[in-house]
């Protein structure tokens, strides 16, 4: 490609929003193109990338052996009715309604669609297994859409989905997937790392996340050094501390005073207390399918420690939409709770969840529900009880690893992927059933396994870029090579280049020919912001058939007759990194 005939428009500066490497540079390059909020548009370039994510990933599906579909992205609601997600998926589902009145969403994933696929088509078990996937556009109206391509309103996913007999054979096809997603990421040139996940919305039991490390993510990681225990953080179990002794007794509980002390750290320093001998509670309400509080929510959980959201609405059996932190006056007027002094033995009329450590820690401080008072040898079992008790709290950084007992680390990380075990929750919702040799109904064992194929283009750049713009891996790059032809009115200049230009594309190499009447430093930089692997400058040298040849990913540059040049390309290209 010419770059005189090519439609480009890069930028000097990226829009204010713009927070991070990737969506500066992204946008820098004109690769892509804001059209709203969370809505972008491919430009030549950033398209050409993308399409070539979409074939590492398309070659690595049909190694597997699944097969390639193309649903549409309007979804009718009855589908979502019959898996019980038009609710539980919430604000995020974008809803819309034809003239008639008839309820769609746009997809932001197809389990329904797939499911309502196989349970037509598939009624023998000599039928499975099979897995379909799709490359396709996805919508979900997120709350806070930002990072450019990271979290969009419109995006492009690969969703396979695997059906199977049993659990056997899901547990096979989760492997081979699983295994595919680490070649696809390699390929893509990452640094990633498989992780446990929670299932969230998807629903299902067994999940990991392919998580691209990066400083920007939005997912965190709690990992071991010790063992291989890796987890996000939503999903991490958290090992209870020891109970107390049982020659500790338990004291009688006592009321005292405690003026002002409206934080667990004024409360524990006021009473001269470990955080640890102390309790904490987190109020929250409940609501309904019309979005009315339904119930109150009282969570208890030592004073040092963070509630985990995720494994509360787990544990709650509710979606993520269906609660918030309570409006603590009105929340007060039922069930006793006082901001800042709530505890759990005064408390009443509410869903009361106790984090499992609490249950063997004796005589611990707690609100009285009482302004300016606290109750101290507070014990569990003896002076209050909770409706649910689990592990409700987050694995910090520093805590026991839940393996092993060492201490854990955390970092940060793009989710590129997520792959689950869905099991049979759909299929039974959806009656997707195949019968067995002896014409017995079972419900087909599924699992689904996404990757966001946009969102990865944006973690390689969050990976690969430098001060002075992308560098682009082999692989996924838009071009191979970029020929800045330094004075394309130099005859012997301009004949060097052509020739390079063409010998270097008869051999398959991709080429960018910068010919256009440009300053010498306005290509360099346009070339460095591009971010092409390789970058063979015609200039002086020409008339001896010298070129210099040049990695962006390294400060070096050689000058080389123009035959080396050649043969190094192919060489680099044909290695693909
Ligand atoms: P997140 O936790 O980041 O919201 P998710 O777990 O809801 O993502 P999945 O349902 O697992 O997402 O979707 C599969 C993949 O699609 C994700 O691993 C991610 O790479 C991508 N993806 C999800 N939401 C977005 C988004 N808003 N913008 C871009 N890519 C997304
Ligand atoms: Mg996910």
New binding site residues.
């Given amino acids: 490609m010419r770059l005189s005939k090519m439609h480009l428009k890069t930028l000097r500066e990226a829009p204010t929003e713009a927070e991070i490497p990737s969506h500066v540079l992204l946008l820098r390059s004109g690769m892509i193109r804001k059209l709203a909020s969370g809505i972008y548009g491919f430009m030549p370039l950033g398209w050409r990338s993308l399409r070539k994510i979409e074939n590492i990933i398309r070659e690595e599906m049909d190694n597997t052996g699944a097969q390639e579909i193309l649903m549409s992205a309007i979804q009718p609601s009855e589908l979502w009715e019959e898996s019980g997600r038009w609710y539980a998926y919430g604000p995020e589902l974008w809803r819309i309604k034809d003239r008639g009145g008839r309820d769609f969403c746009l997809g932001p ?1 197809h389990e329904e669609i797939f499911t309502d696929i196989i349970r037509n088509d598939v009624s023998s078990y000599r039928q499975l297994p099979t897995t379909l996937y799709q490359i396709q556009t996805k919508y ?1 109206d ?1 709350a806070r ?1 930002r990072f450019g ?5 419109e ?1 492009i ?1 690969k969703d396979a989905y695997s059906f199977d007999k049993d659990r056997d054979g899901l547990d096979a096809s989760y492997d081979s997937m699983y295994d595919a997603y680490s070649k696809i990421f390699t390929r893509c040139g990452l640094t990633f790392r498989p992780v446990e996940a929670d299932t ?1 919305a ?1 629903g299902g039991k067994g999940s990991h ?1 392919f998580t691209a490390l990066s400083e920007v993510g ?2 965190e990681i709690a990992y071991c050094e010790s063992c291989d225990m890796a987890a996000t953080v939503e999903r991490a179990e958290c090992r209870d501390d020891a109970p107390t002794p049982d020659s500790v007794e338990m004291l009688p509980m006592e009321e005292v005073h405690t003026p002002g002390t409206k934080t667990i750290e004024d409360v524990a320093s006021f009473l001269k207390l470990d955080k640890s001998q102390t309790i904490k509670a987190i109020l929250l309400e409940k609501y309904d399918e019309e979005g009315k509080v339904s119930d109150y929510v009282a969570c208890f959980l030592r004073g040092d420690r963070e509630l985990n959201m995720t494994k509360l609405v787990n544990a709650l059996d509710i979606p993520e939409h269906a609660i918030a932190f309570a409006d603590e006056e009105k929340m007060g007027s039922k069930t006793g709770a006082v901001g800042g002094f709530t505890g759990p033995t005064k408390l009443h009329d509410c869903i009361m969840v106790v984090d499992s450590e609490l249950v063997g820690q004796k005589n611990l401080c707690a609100g009285a529900c009482k302004e300016d008072h606290h109750i101290i040898n507070v014990n569990y079992d003896r002076d209050y009880k909770g409706d649910i008790v689990a592990d409700i709290k987050t694995l910090k950084e520093g805590d026991a690893c839940p393996v092993c007992g060492a201490p854990i680390k955390h970092t940060r990380g793009i ?4 792959i689950f075990k869905l099991g049979t929750k759909y299929s039974e919702a959806m009656g997707a059933t195949y019968k067995d040799d002896n014409q017995e109904d079972h419900p087909i064992v599924m699992g689904c396994y ?3 194929v ?3 283009l944006a973690a390689i750049v969050e990976q690969h870029h430098d001060d002075k713009g992308i560098i682009w891996p082999i692989s996924v790059a838009p071009y191979h090579v970029i020929i800045t032809l330094v004075k394309p009115d130099d005859d012997v200049q301009r004949r060097l280049a052509e020739e390079l230009y063409e010998e270097l594309q008869s051999e398959g190499v991709e080429v960018m020919l910068d010919d256009r009447d440009e300053r010498p430093g306005v290509k360099f930089n346009d070339a460095d912001l591009l971010g092409i692997p390789i970058r063979i400058t015609v200039g002086k040298l020409a008339a001896e058939g010298y070129v210099e040849y040049k990695l962006r990913s390294e400060a070096d540059k050689r000058e080389v007759p123009k035959e080396v040049a050649i043969d190094e390309t192919i060489e680099l290209v044909k290695s693909g990194k």
């Fill in positions: 994933t979900r997120e859409p391509l990271m979290r969009s309103r995006f996913m969230g998807i996340e939005e997912s989710e590129v992927g997520q996404g990757i966001g946009t969102r990865t």
